[in-house]
T-cell receptor, first 110, second 112 residues
């Protein structure tokens, strides 16, 4: 799996958009970008994934640059419950394991 | 559709005892994964199973740890002769095919 680089922490005001960046400059053509989050002491939660097109679901949007070397996870209206560690993971669709790095600790404040 | 279920949620064992952690995947999911999260560390892959088969155990310690996913019943992660270093949160995930994985709430093992 390609390595990813994320900032260790970010702050966001409640109600504002949270934009979490991820660098994956060594990503290969058939590797997907996945995002998970882990709210304190809970199991990781799948958020979204994509290959090269931007993706949106009920939780978030994923913007992948044209060269695919970086991506941004967008939480459009952050709430206090979005406070969590967010993990950006690149993997082959058919690959079995998820390799978690240190992630970004997002703190949403009132 | 119930999510991934793990039990017990908390398990306390004395050094040298055995720990059995159970995972029931989501309905319709035939792939199960186990991950371990040591205190203040990230999640590490341990083992990937399909029904009655171990597909990838590259993250599993060679001794004392074993996993199974029988034809009927939950997946079991078994740790024999536990030591203090086994204290961690153990998470199970399942998927319908080998795509996005859905995690359970975890079992917190404390070895005293």
């Amino acid at each position: 799996d390609a390595k990813t680089t994320q900032p260790p922490s970010m702050d966001c005001a409640e109600g504002r958009a949270a934009n979490l960046p991820c660098n994956h400059s060594t990503i290969s053509g058939n590797e997907y970008v996945y995002w998970y989050r882990q709210i304190h002491s809970q199991g990781p939660q799948y958020i979204i994934h994509g290959l090269k097109n931007n993706e949106t679901n009920e939780m978030a949007s994923l913007i992948i640059t044209e060269d695919r070397k970086s991506s941004t996870l967008i939480l459009p209206h952050a709430t206090l419950r979005d406070t969590a560690v967010y993990y950006c993971i690149v993997r082959l669709l058919s690959y079995s394991t998820l390799t978690f790095g240190k992630g970004t600790m997002l703190l949403v404040s009132p | 559709n119930a999510g991934v279920m793990q039990n017990p949620r908390h398990l306390v064992r004395r050094r040298g005892q055995e720990a059995r952690l159970r995972c029931s995947p989501m309905k319709g999911h035939s792939h199960v994964y186990w991950y371990r999260q040591l205190p203040e560390e990230g999640l590490k892959f341990m083992v990937y199973l399909q029904k009655e088969n171990i597909i990838d155990e590259s993250g599993m310690p060679k001794e004392r740890f074993s996993a199974e996913f029988p034809k009927e019943g939950p997946s079991i992660l078994r740790i024999q002769q536990v030591v203090r270093g086994d204290s961690a949160a153990y998470f199970c995930a399942s998927s319908p095919e080998n795509y996005e994985q859905y995690f359970g709430p975890g079992t917190r093992l404390t070895v005293t």
